[in-house]
């Protein structure tokens, strides 16, 4: 036996239902029955929270991710800062405005050279991964 119910949808909603029940050429009614019975099911709760786990489990791998590839910038920014600092001699003072000067001009180099490897995708991650697989083929020929 079937119950009969009247109810209003907003527009916007009622529009989607059109939509979604002509484009799987089903009746509209049959959508709304499947919509409140998989609403209503107790099961329903359950496939809620397998979903929500199914995305935090994806953000928490791609924070790992992030976690990775900051640890791995931090530490090569450590690594350059600590070879340039015990192996770049102090300036004395005459040489101090030229060596300004070409340093402003290896910055702009610098700089140019980052955006152009931003541009084209390249990262310091996928050149450490491909010098690593590299060391490793060679290791095993």
């Given at each position: 036996m079937r119950g009969k119910h009247t109810f209003r949808?907003?527009?916007e909603l009622a529009r989607r239902l059109d939509d979604y029940a002509t484009a799987k050429h089903v009746?509209?009614?049959k959508v709304?029955?499947?919509a409140?019975?998989?609403f209503l099911s107790p099961d329903a709760a359950d496939r809620l929270e397998a979903a929500l786990a199914r995305r935090l489990d994806r953000m928490s791998r791609a924070i790992e991710r992030l976690e990775r590839h900051s640890t791995i910038t931090n530490e090569s920014l450590a690594l350059f800062i600590r070879f340039w600092l015990t192996h770049t001699p102090?300036?004395?003072d005459t040489a101090e405005p030229a060596a300004q000067?070409?340093?402003r001009e290896r910055y702009a180099g610098f700089i140019e050279a980052v955006g152009r490897r931003l541009a084209h995708g390249d990262t310091?991650?996928?050149d450490i991964t491909r010098e690593i697989e590299a060391?490793?083929?060679s290791k095993n020929s």
């Open positions: 949808l907003p527009n009746p509209r009614v709304v029955e499947i409140l019975d998989s102090p300036l004395p000067t070409r340093g310091l991650l996928d060391a490793k083929a």
